[in-house]
């Protein structure tokens, strides 16, 4: 069964920095691309950041650019999303994504998600 | 940047034939997914390369895509789809998620 924990998320004030993790279990981990996407209360997903398997190649949605940094450990199985200069707007659930498999232009959708950790910006 | 855009709401009787239209430039030439969204839960995926169900998806759940829309068809909706559900496209390496659409089943 293919299970994704995530964990880190707080209340932290503006301009402060936290950073979010993902243990993933139950697939292969060090071949499938990761990501985080993110809901802010009442709203729709907002994606956030993808980390691809076996490359260094990561990328970010405009938002979160220069602020948000994706990584991933693959001998533990987890994925990173270190976040900083917190804004209000940054405040969400912050999902990890499993993508499924990669075809030549995208992936066979995002077929796993967590149960989200919460991430308020708040003074 | 790209955008799709939702109905923020569908309404349909059980029963019926529910249709949620995701629309966006040149739609046709991209890969779409339709993801489920319960109330407290999180997304499911129901949808992905444009048609295609992932194991266990009932077989009421469909999808098309013609130009510039992309359509979830939920046949013979029954009260637990009511749910949000959210089109996503892939455009040059990034997500692109739809506002969503409540579907309501009364």
């Known amino acids: 069964e293919v299970k994704l924990l995530e964990s880190g998320g707080t209340l932290v004030k503006p301009g402060g920095s936290l950073r979010l993790s993902c243990e993933g279990s139950g697939f292969t981990f060090k071949n499938t691309a990761m990501a985080w996407v993110r809901q802010a209360p009442g709203r729709g997903l907002q994606w956030v950041s993808t980390i691809r398997a076996n490359v260094d190649l990561t990328y970010y949605a405009d938002s979160v650019k220069g602020r948000f940094t994706i990584s991933r450990d693959d001998s533990k199985n987890m994925v990173f999303l270190q976040m900083s200069s917190l804004r209000a707007d940054d405040t969400a659930v912050y999902y990890c994504?499993?993508?499924?498999?990669?075809?030549?232009?995208?992936?066979?959708?995002?077929?796993?998600w967590g149960q989200g950790t919460t991430v308020t910006v708040s003074s | 940047s790209y955008e799709v855009t939702q109905p923020p709401s569908v309404s349909v009787s059980p029963g019926q034939t529910a249709r949620i239209a995701c629309s966006g430039n040149?739609?046709?030439?991209?890969?779409v997914c339709w993801y489920q969204q319960k109330t407290g839960q999180s997304p499911v995926l129901i949808i992905y390369q444009n048609v295609v169900r992932p194991s266990g998806i009932p077989e009421r759940f469909s999808a098309s895509t013609s130009g510039n829309v992309a359509t979830l068809a939920i046949s013979g909706a029954l009260p637990v789809d009511e749910a949000d559900y959210y089109c996503?496209?892939?455009?040059?390496?990034?997500?692109?998620f739809g506002g969503g659409t409540k579907l309501t089943v009364l």
């Open positions: 994504a499993k993508y499924g498999l990669a075809t030549i232009r995208s992936y066979y959708g995002v077929d796993a």
């Open positions: 040149d739609l046709i030439d991209k890969d």
């Open positions: 996503q496209a892939w455009v040059d390496r990034t997500v692109v």
